[in-house]
């Protein structure tokens, strides 16, 4: 991950950032609350030698100095606490004394002082000046030679004893600054982690990389295209529209020397947006000036004849069985030279239908009487008809859903499709997020037309006998559903 990508992951996960420095900001004030508040009392004492002449001053500071340093352990032992509790009641144990009694010396010099804390204020200014007194007494006891003469030593009290009227903890700013550090860093660390661990698409990065074949499109998530699914009248003039004719375009010119007539779209998993996209896509080509027919072969569960609002009881899958010619059961959508074919009733064989001959038979009229014909396919995670339909088209365009679609699925969908040879034409990042800058620039470049409300169902399906013969097809029709289709008017 290089910069770009932290700051994107926290971008993507800045609550978990706010939460965590909320969280820590709550313990450190709950810590903070709960303490108890400890003050210091201090002395300070001053070491020396009594009786020291001027030649042995300076070998005597240096003597003295390393004394100190002694002193310190002195100060803290258990005997100088039992000492104070046999001479000064306080209701403090010898343990408790000593844990309370901290020394220290000042660098370069032989001072040395001593400070004690506690919780009680009063308290720990009687307990100073105890140690104060008995310390003076214990270094004499220490420092006198056993023949009773005057001890080397001198130890006096030259500062102290003092209390401090503020308490030294808790300090609520400065454990307030240290808990929104804390929860910073670790808002920041579990961001990243997150980020790391969620194997979800949210980048057109992570598709190519996943898919290993170029973007064709992004298409922004349009809060409006669960009510109005198709981009048509108002939606026409939507981002997400103009996203589907870019997609369209960079189909078209993906290779040129070799273009795709033949189009399967098909995605993953369910429910990533692939019929959708499906009939925009179709509808957008048409919009073009091509001859599109758009054929649902996702026979488990059909849904472009619910989308554009076509009768849907006969189908591909009467096609295939022979019941029906295709050019009856094919129907006219809005004034477009878009043709559609739906599912048609749902048969205990998919894989098997549209692997057959007449199957491939059928999609060799289709290819004759249209510019394009694009597929609606089953997902290729869930059964093997996204692939059966697959290998006899042109190529193979994989949708996938911003945010659900997990990594790892979406290469294995890939791989499945190349492992038979498939040749895959791109993906498509559906439902994704726009940026802002986004909007703004589709907004201020947006042409607006008058909305065209689209057709109703029954002037769309138009008359099955009429309609559907004087159009793309043939007047004539023929038992086999394999009959050879004219070619569609311009």
Known sequence: MDVRDYLRAVRRSWWVVLLAVMVSLGVAAL????????????????????????????QGSIFMQQRVKSYTDLLESDRLAQSVVAKTPLGLTAEEVQSRINASTVPDTVLLRGTVTDTDAARALRLTEAVSAQFVELVRAVET????????????????????????????????????????????GLAVLRTRLDTRLRDTVGLQRATGSPLLGEIPFDPAARAAPLIVGAAANSARAEAVRKLRTNLRFVDVHEPARVIAVTSALKGEGKTTLSCNLAIALAEA???????DADLRRPKVAEYLGLESSVGLTDVLLGDVNVGDVVQRWGDKSLLVLPAGSIPPNPSELLGSKAMADLLLVLRESADIVVIDTAPLRNVTDGVVVAVQADGALLV????????????????????????????VLNMGKLGRADVDRYESYRVDTPAVPPAAPAERAGTPTTERANGFFAPEQAADPTQELTRLPR
Request: contains cysteine; hydrophobic residues 40%.
């Open 31 to 58: 810590v903070t609350v709960q303490t108890k508040p400890r003050y210091v009392a201090s002395v300070t004492y001053f070491v020396t030698i009594p009786n020291q002449g001027v030649s042995e001053a300076y």
């Open 145 to 188: 030679p056993v023949e009773g003469r005057t001890a080397p030593i001198k130890v006096e009290v030259i500062s102290g004893p003092r209390v401090g009227s503020t308490p030294v903890s808790p300090k609520p700013g400065l454990n307030l600054a240290i808990g929104a550090l804390v929860g910073l860093l670790a808002g920041l």
């Open 289 to 295: 000036g091509w001859r599109v027919a758009l054929v």
């Open 400 to 427: 996938s859903r911003y945010g659900r679609t997990d990594r790892g699925q979406v290469a294995a969908a890939a791989q499945s499709l190349q492992s038979v040879s498939v040749r895959l034409l791109g993906c």
